[in-house]
């Protein structure tokens, strides 16, 4: 028993889908350590033109992600040799295209607004176009090991990332020397050392570059551009509110806010794993025909999430002032953001199986309706922040709003999957269902043997 029970923790350790679990958490333990941190040491103005900042970042990121990452898997997932290396090339040379055009872009707002400039903008205006450029070797890297399944080195690239800037705020804390620019530089930092690294390793395969096509950077622009529409109004999507929270209420509500979102990434770390873990076998299924395999995969991976998700769920909203009180500290205790929690983690529920639905369609090559569906969920969710905002004057307005943006993005990305792939609801809950309690059995050694999840809910 002891011997199977070794086995099984080998086997386990050696799965994708733990590893790209384990990468997951990694990064999101990192950052909520280093955003507790900053949350502490850092003025409550300052946390939120931190906020500010890092949202803008992450939503230019999105756009250059989302132009690349899942047509590059698409198209670099189970193929030969030779055709890996053009598709690696051609993602090389679109994303020095996209970079270089961001950083003019920086460049020419330098000139326009730095004399001006305070807060959130001066820290874009500086930083912009260095965060991006030193981001690049890593960001490509873990796109190349994703798409080759290597979630044991996308778990090294980010526990090297996010440890680096842990222990720069830490140095700064302990050096009683931590400041709002400081942050910045050891954010800057730990991405140059990261990626100057994969560069060395060869993860980032930059020798590519010479093997890539007029062809192939045709096919992948094709497909980004619906893609990228996808990336960055999901981006948008989670920013807006930051946006808009910082225009109308102000950097300090701001922080309130993020602080009751940064426990969100409890649900956001499963999620990606599995996200990460299925796309590629996903894209690898329909490049070779297999419908029926698509969407059981979506079916597993959406129901075993939803059914993890709901005692998580019911225990955060009964101790939702714990989680605040451990990230924030006791300043953000008393203040509106254990109820905004609560709100957040109660549309969480929707959330594994949106997510699915919203991938599976650029999986099929429906990349367009994707990005309909983010952006008819971004215009509610913009349309019911302002309004609420300005009838109620008070932050529970934007949490409330989220509410309606949920609901509508999950019905409309339903809606058109069920016209390409069979799907059904009953059928999501019923599959996931079963897959736990065949890993329940596998856990337990009582039944090695794999079954056909389908078997019993088809």
């Not at 500010?52 to 230019?60: D, E, P």
């Not at 874009?124 to 030193?134: E, K, N, Q, R, Y």
């Amino acid at each position: 028993m002891k011997s199977s029970f070794l086995t099984t923790i080998k086997s386990s350790l050696n799965n994708p889908q733990v590893l790209a679990l384990a990468g997951n958490l990694t990064v999101s333990v990192m950052s909520i350590v280093s955003v507790s941190l900053l949350f502490r040491a850092l003025p409550v103005r300052e946390t939120g033109v931190w906020v500010l900042f890092i949202s803008a970042v992450n939503l230019a990121d999105s756009f250059r992600a989302g132009f690349l990452t899942t047509t590059f898997i698409r198209g670099r997932s189970g193929a030969l040799p030779a055709r890996a290396a053009e598709v690696t090339g051609s993602a090389w040379f679109v994303a020095l295209v996209i970079t270089g055009v961001l950083v003019l872009l920086n460049l020419g707002a330098w000139l326009v607004l730095g004399p001006g400039a305070e807060g959130a903008i001066v820290l874009l205006l500086h930083w912009f176009g260095v965060v991006l450029t030193a981001t690049l070797p890593h960001f490509m890297a873990a796109a190349v090991m994703q798409a080759n399944m290597r979630f044991d080195r996308i778990l090294y690239i980010r526990l090297l990332s996010q440890g680096l800037f842990v222990l720069g705020i830490i140095g700064l804390m302990l050096s009683g020397t931590l400041t709002l620019n400081k942050v910045v530089y050891s954010y800057v930092g730990a991405a140059a050392v990261t990626s100057l690294l994969m560069l060395v390793l060869g993860w980032a395969e930059i020798g590519s570059l010479s093997r890539r096509s007029r062809a192939c950077v045709a096919e992948l622009a094709h497909f980004g551009k619906y893609s990228v529409g996808s990336y960055v109004g999901s981006n948008l999507l989670r920013s807006s509110d930051t946006f808009i929270i910082s225009y109308m209420l102000g950097p300090a509500m701001l922080a309130v806010y993020n602080l009751a979102g940064r426990f969100m990434e409890i649900i956001e770390i499963p999620l990606r794993s599995f996200v990460a873990t299925a796309m590629p076998a996903m894209s690898a299924a329909f490049n070779q025909g297999q419908k029926p395999e698509v969407a059981r995969l979506l079916r597993k991976n959406a129901g075993m999430l939803t059914w993890f998700f709901v005692p998580l769920i019911l225990g955060t909203i009964l101790l939702a002032d714990i989680p605040i009180y451990l990230i924030g500290g006791a300043k953000y205790q008393g203040t509106q953001a254990a109820n905004l929690l609560r709100i957040g983690m109660v549309l969480a529920i929707l959330f594994p199986i949106d997510r699915f639905v919203g991938v599976t369609l650029d999986v099929v090559n429906q990349p367009r309706l994707n990005m309909v569906k983010v952006f008819l969920m971004l215009t509610v969710n913009v349309v019911g922040d302002v309004t609420a905002l300005l009838l109620f004057g008070n932050i529970y307005g934007v949490a409330v709003a989220s509410l309606p943006t949920g609901i509508v993005g999950f019905v409309f990305g339903y809606v058109q999957l069920k016209k390409h792939l069979p799907l059904s609801l009953r059928h999501i809950m019923a599959t996931g269902l079963h897959e736990i309690q065949l890993l329940n059995r596998r856990i337990l050694n009582k039944g090695d043997a794999p079954l056909n999840a389908d078997q019993k809910v088809l």
